[in-house]
């Protein structure tokens, strides 16, 4: 398996800019995570879906932040505009929701965005 | 709300020493599952070892093993013969339960190995 794809793997823009990260999920997973993390604030958990529907967006900083998962096999995360604050690295992660035990998060490769 | 302590930013360890990473929680769930990520400079999250709460004994995973204090909501994390490639940031986490899959992180401490 090729494990959680994020693209892209890093992304510089200006000020105001829309911003939209991918994230392929593992196969079979029914769980997506959107992740956070910065030196001040560490790993912060912003959205997860389970089967493709939002559970939790409490962690989405502002309206300015979206997060869509149209189907099993792809979400974004969207920023409009970005803003220098939200220079991070944001991760995408996956796991099997279901009633056996762990529901181990698998992680992507992270995507470093810079906002200028 | 669940929170996670690491209360070390920073660790070092000579290679081929042992060296124990802290980690606390707090929660009023009396089941709960609680894990160890590590993160070395590649970024790359990768699951180290795992416990679930209704478990007493410890985990292990080869040099691997946890400490795991449910009345003190304690886990810390034994790294034995150190090595190198241990080199990371090593974050604990706490997840509530199956169906409230959403994973909470400690602030991370930083382990270098030194030869």
């Known amino acids: 398996d090729a494990g959680v794809i994020q693209s892209p793997r890093h992304e510089v823009t200006e000020m105001g800019q829309e911003v939209t990260l991918r994230c392929k999920p593992i196969?079979?997973?029914?769980?997506l995570f959107w992740y956070r993390q910065t030196m001040m604030r560490g790993l912060e958990l912003l959205i997860y879906?389970?089967?493709?529907?939002?559970?939790?967006d409490s962690g989405m900083p502002e309206d300015r932040f979206s997060a869509k998962m149209p189907n099993a096999s792809f979400s974004t995360l969207k920023i409009q505009p970005s803003e220098p604050r939200d220079s991070a690295v944001y991760f995408c992660?996956?796991?099997?929701?279901?009633?056996?035990?762990?529901?181990?998060?698998?992680f992507g490769p992270g995507t470093r965005l810079t906002v200028l | 709300a669940q929170t996670v302590t690491q209360s070390q930013p920073e660790m070092s360890v000579q290679e081929a020493e042992t060296v124990t990473l802290s980690c606390t929680y707090d929660?009023?769930?009396?089941?709960?599952?609680l894990f160890w990520y590590k993160q070395p400079p590649s970024r790359q999250m990768i699951l180290v070892i795992r416990?679930?709460?209704?478990?007493?004994q410890n985990a292990t995973e080869n040099r691997f093993s946890v400490n795991f204090q449910k009345a003190a909501k304690s886990f810390s994390l034994k790294i034995s013969d150190s090595q190198l490639g241990d080199t990371a940031m090593y974050f604990c986490?706490?997840?509530?339960?199956?169906?409230?899959?959403?994973?909470?992180f400690g602030a991370g401490t930083r382990l270098t190995v030194k030869p």
């Open positions: 929660t009023s769930e009396n089941n709960y599952y």
């Open positions: 416990q679930e709460a209704y478990k007493q």
């Open positions: 992660a996956s796991s099997f929701y279901d009633t056996t035990p762990w529901g181990e998060q698998f």
């Open positions: 986490a706490f997840m509530k339960h199956v169906y409230n899959n959403d994973m909470r």
């Open positions: 196969s079979g997973h029914n769980s």
């Open positions: 879906f389970n089967n493709n529907v939002p559970i939790d």
